[in-house]
């Protein structure tokens, strides 16, 4: 695969090659929207399939009027499938069960997809706050599984930490199981 940079809409990051995972370390939703609205803006307008899996108290129709808001285009996209906007217990807690492999094997399938429907990659979120002090060692080896699952790949991932929630001791082994913090 070529090097070919891709616009991530976030001003200090500039701009990142396919096969990117990042995570960003959040303290308000003002913080969190100040860095996915771009995201998905550009990637909107660069012909990227978008996933936004959320967690509460946002929803999935509160981040669909919040794009609303943010760009006029938000609804034709929304109406044209190019943007998907899940809770978290659809995306990882099918049935409330977290299997991990189950959701790499989602991620794969959603770029397969796309890439399918003639997109020209996909980009991807995933909001980190439900994870409890129980799942953290596996979901460790999950990002650094999911690292290797997109390398080489046309996605982009931005995965959401929150510090309100998230302890000292973890935010070193999120920053370490992503390229960029």
């Known amino acids: 695969m070529t090097t070919e940079l891709r616009k991530t809409g ?13 995570c960003h370390f959040y303290e308000t939703k003002e913080d969190l929207l100040d860095i996915l609205i771009p995201y998905f803006k550009t990637g ?20 669909k009027n919040v794009l609303r808001r943010a760009f006029p285009e938000a609804d034709r996209h ?14 990882y807690l099918k049935d409330g069960v977290l299997d991990l492999e189950r959701v790499i094997h989602g991620w794969e399938e959603k770029l397969a997809q796309a890439l399918e429907r003639g997109y020209a990659g996909m980009r991807a ?44 001791s973890a935010i070193s082994d999120v920053a370490r199981a992503h390229q960029y913090a």
């Open 44 to 63: 909107l307008a660069n012909n990227e399939f978008c996933m936004w899996v959320v967690f509460p108290p946002s929803s999935e129709e509160e981040m």
């Open 125 to 168: 979120n995933g909001n980190e706050a439900f994870l409890t002090a129980k799942d953290w060692k596996g979901f460790a080896a999950y990002e650094k599984r999911l690292d290797e699952s997109i390398a080489n790949k046309k996605m982009i991932m931005l995965c959401t930490y929150p510090l309100t929630v998230t302890k000292a």
């Open 78 to 91: 929304l109406a044209a499938g190019d943007i998907e906007i899940l809770a978290h217990t659809e995306w």
């Open 10 to 22: 976030i001003g200090v990051v500039g701009d990142m090659p396919w096969g990117t995972h990042l």
